[in-house]
Each structure stands twice: as C-alpha cells, then as structure tokens.
C-alpha cells in the first residue's frame, strides 16, 4: 500500500485507520511530501511503527508533486508484484484491496482503476460530483475500452489504482507522467502503449472517498486539472456544447411550449438515477438539478482554461508547459 500525503493531517486519520485494519496485513509506506500542517506527526501518533514513513525529496525541475511522491513510493516497494496506490481521502474496507487484486486477476488486466462510493456534504459538492461517475457510465464505453489497445482510449481513478509491477517499470513508471497533472489517466495511457490492458471497476462496495469538503475546494480542485481531460480547447468546447444543448437547452425549449423537450430533461434525470444507484451515490432529490449541475460544469471547464498555468494546489504548479 502506497500513500503520498502533503498537508493531509485534517482528513487522512480516518485512511490511516482504515489501512490498519486491513486484513493480510499488507506493508504500508507512507511518504509525507513537504507537509507544514503535521501530517507525518500525525502518522506517526496514529500508525506508531506499523507503517514505514517517508519524508519527500525535494521537487526536480519539470515534475510535478504528486507524480513525484509515487514514484518515490513504487521505488521504496522494491520488487514488489503489486503496487498499490491509494489517497489520503479514501477509506477502505478490511478486505478492498483482496478484493480488488481478484478482480484484477479474474479480468486478466495490468492496471486496474477501482472507483470508490463518492460521498458529499455541500449543496456544491452535491451538484457537481456525481457528474464524475455519470460521465464514465453515460459516454465511456468501458467495454471497448478495455479491448482497445488505443492509448486514447483510456481512463482511470488516481484514488484507489492497482498495477502489476511489470506493467509499471514497462510503462517507465510515474517518471513517464511527471509533468501530467492527471497522472492516474496518463499513467493508464502508457501502460496500455507498452501493450498492458487496463480496466475500471466498481468498487463503490470497497471504498468511500469524499474528494472535497466545501465549494471553495470543487472550485479548486476541479480549476487545476479539469482542462487536462480534454485532449485540447476545441475537443472541451465541443463536449461542453453537447452537453449544454442537450440537458440545458432542450428542456428549456418546453418554456416555448415545445413539450419534447422535456425530453432531454427527462433523460438526464434518468442517467443520473442509474448511475446513483450503480455506484452508490445520492440519487434523489440531486438528480432533478441536472441541468445546473451541467451548467456549473460547463463553468468551470471554462474556469479551468482561463487559469490554467496560474493554479497553484497545496503551494505547488499544477502545469509544466
């Protein structure tokens, strides 16, 4: 098990706790990352001599810090079969990383990307998370992404990831991402080039991870990195004008008396039924709101692009151009 950890001492006990309690006993290293809010001393009071802790060498030039703490982890996990990678927001099961590295097995993959139950608190967490997982289950065909061996044709969850090792030094490790701010995508990405097979899971039974803990944090969180889902401005303009004409536009056209295009409202709703109810999410009544939860989107995909290079997380760049 492998924990980067930098300023985490307000949210990570409740992971740490959890880490403990897992069955098999697993190793546990944890790196602390420059932290200055005492979360190495926080570890240390919690997990005692249970874990091996870590402290973060200084940041090289052109990486950046998260994909930096994980390959100083996978480098600490020597020869290792199985890596897994974990954030100090989730919490798992006693038995969610046996369970997952069945799967793993069963499915014959060399990366897998077990998305855990997200948990919300804030009206704006409520109105914008569940679209994560929507947008996955509504247009990725997971299916034919895990056939394809297209690079392009990939995704994946940096909270709770499994990889074999061999698939991981093939791929050139997170020394092949350290620039990328989405590493856990493009991590997924090179290891499907080096011919590794990837998948997605549910494992919405074996994790809980509340990602942020109040709008100011969505807004944040989502403005360092949403930009670098879209493979360029025009590929994020298109989706979002999809996304727009689809379930804000056409319903609003039931205001002009066009009553098919309640429509549109209707099968947004719908698909975020499903995909509550698929991983574990608070349907009712958050999924009426849709169509704001898509215009808050659309807003910060467009935030994202407009301060992009100019976000800092946690007193680090979250772009190297």
């Known amino acids: 098990m492998l ?21 098999g006993a697993p190793r546990l290293i944890v790196l602390d990352d420059g932290s200055t809010d005492g979360t190495a ?20 030039a052109g990486w950046l810090g998260k994909p930096h703490a994980c390959q100083q982890l996978a480098d600490a996990a020597g020869d290792a079969d199985l890596l897994v990678f974990l954030d100090a927001d989730v919490v798992l099961r006693d038995d969610a ?14 990366l897998l990307s077990p998305y855990p139950r997200i948990t919300v608190g804030s009206t704006g967490e409520r109105l914008v998370q569940p679209l994560l997982q929507w947008s996955w289950l509504t247009f990725l065909p997971l299916r034919a992404m895990e056939r394809s061996p297209r690079p392009s044709l990939a995704a994946a969850g940096g909270q709770f990831l499994l990889v074999r090792r061999g698939a991981y030094d093939r791929a050139g490790g997170h020394a092949a991402v350290r620039d990328k701010v989405l590493e856990d995508i493009e991590l997924a990405r090179a290891v499907k080039r080096t011919g590794g097979r990837i998948a997605l899971a549910d494992g919405s039974g074996l994790a809980t991870c509340r990602m942020y803990t109040s709008w100011r944090e969505v807004v944040d969180g989502y403005s360092k990195s949403l930009w670098a889902s879209f493979g360029s401005s025009a590929g994020a303009a298109a989706v979002v004008s999809l996304l727009l004409a ?15 295009g309640a429509a549109g409202y209707l099968l947004g709703v719908a698909g975020r039924v499903v995909s509550a109810r698929t991983t574990g999410g608070r349907a009712w009544p958050d999924a009426l709101a849709h169509p704001v939860s898509v215009l808050l989107f659309a807003w910060l995909v467009a935030r994202s692009f407009r301060r992009r290079g100019r976000v800092t997380w946690k007193g680090r760049p979250t772009w190297r151009p």
Do not use: N
């Not at 689809?246 to 098919?260: I, K, N, S």
């Open 41 to 60: 001393d926080l570890v240390r009071a919690v997990c005692g001599d249970r874990v091996t802790l870590l402290t973060g060498g200084p940041l090289p």
């Open 97 to 110: 990383v046996g369970a997952a590295a069945a799967v793993l097995e069963d499915a014959g993959v060399e």
């Open 246 to 260: 689809l379930y804000v536009a056409l319903p609003l056209t039931v205001l002009a008396g066009q009553w098919w």
């Open 3 to 23: 924990l980067p950890l930098r300023d985490e001492a307000a949210r990570v006990e409740p992971c740490l706790r959890a880490l403990l309690a897992l069955r």
